[in-house]
């Protein structure tokens, strides 16, 4: 099945290439929680500092030249700031996120490792997430180049946060709490549209080889399944973040709808152990979406919501 390195761009894969190494358990393996994974927040209005998920003060400017090597940050700076602000974005947005072409020719950057390719853009403001490395950090930062860390890529709420943080360290408040604004409205829209009571039982997996990895409560997984109409069983079992599932924990489930990403459908069906679930026989489904899109931790998941909803709910997407 095709995957691609998101290295220190998009959450959910690096996330679960972690959860894999350190996984000692069957079953419910939560992802250790790291020295530097909070999610940052704006300060106050009076404040002329922003503080980073690394401790790292960072002055209120508006920034002329920004590199983004954070997915979530690609997508919001294309809204907040004007595009000859935003000078690069992360290689993976580029390559493989269905609203990539809205990025035009910009630079981009595969991984923050490349820090030469970086300082070569002469950025007055890098933006990296949880994963980049400290020494990087510290490298950029001996060049005189402004790092700032946003901190975790769990979903909504982090992402609300990335939108008040990032307009208040590049002097765009207004226009990111209208787009903040407009964020809450698409997703509160979508959940109205699809009543509890209506909402289908099912959970999200992802098939690495014979391997099974969920998504559930604190991940934007959970958000996507909860906006596009579908009950999450997982979380109901009491499954947080990315849990590893062993072949017991699916059959235990049972679920009637299995949310995936695009290849995946047919390794499960054809999983001698997992075909007798009821998302695998007649009368169940096996949804997938485009792993870019569902993989996207921040502004993404109203149209990867609304995408799942257009498939479980035919009847009530718009």
């Not at 047919?266 to 792993?291: K, N, Q, W």
């Amino acid at each position: 099945m095709r995957r691609v390195d998101l290295l220190n761009s998009a959450l959910l894969l690096a996330t679960l290439a972690l959860a894999t190494w350190l996984a000692i358990l069957p079953g419910r393996v939560e992802t250790p929680v790291a020295p530097r994974t909070r999610a940052v927040e704006a300060p106050p209005v009076e404040s002329t500092t922003v503080i980073d998920a690394s401790g790292f003060e960072a002055p209120i400017e508006r920034y002329e030249r920004i590199v983004s090597l954070s997915t979530v940050a690609d997508h919001v700076l294309l809204e907040i700031v004007e595009p000859d602000r935003l000078i690069s974005i992360t290689g993976y947005t580029a390559k493989t996120h269905v609203d990539a072409w809205r990025f035009g020719e910009r630079p981009t950057i595969d991984s923050s490792g490349q820090l030469e390719a970086v300082l070569a853009l002469r950025p007055d403001l890098v933006l990296v997430n949880v994963f980049a490395d400290e020494s990087y950090l510290t490298r950029l930062r001996e060049a005189d180049v402004r790092a700032f860390d946003l901190g975790e890529m769990r979903g909504v709420e982090t992402t609300r946060a990335n939108i008040r943080t990032l307009g208040a360290l590049v002097d765009e408040r207004e226009r990111a709490a209208q787009l903040d604004a407009s964020y809450v409205r698409e997703l509160q829209a979508l959940a109205a549209n699809v009543p509890a009571e209506e909402r289908v039982p099912g959970i999200y997996v992802s098939v690495f080889s014979d391997t099974f990895f969920g998504g559930t409560t604190g991940t934007s997984y959970a958000d996507v399944l909860l906006h596009g109409g579908v009950r999450d069983l997982a979380a109901e079992r009491g499954y947080v973040d990315w849990p590893q599932y062993a072949i017991e924990d699916l059959v235990a489930m049972n679920p009637p709808l299995i949310v995936t990403v695009e290849g995946s459908a047919e390794s499960l069906r054809s999983h001698a152990m997992l075909r007798e679930l009821r998302a695998c026989g007649p009368d169940g489904r096996i949804v997938e979406l485009d792993e870019a899109l569902f993989g996207d931790a921040g502004l993404g998941i109203v149209e990867a919501a609304a995408e799942l909803q257009r498939l479980v709910h035919p009847d009530r997407a718009e």
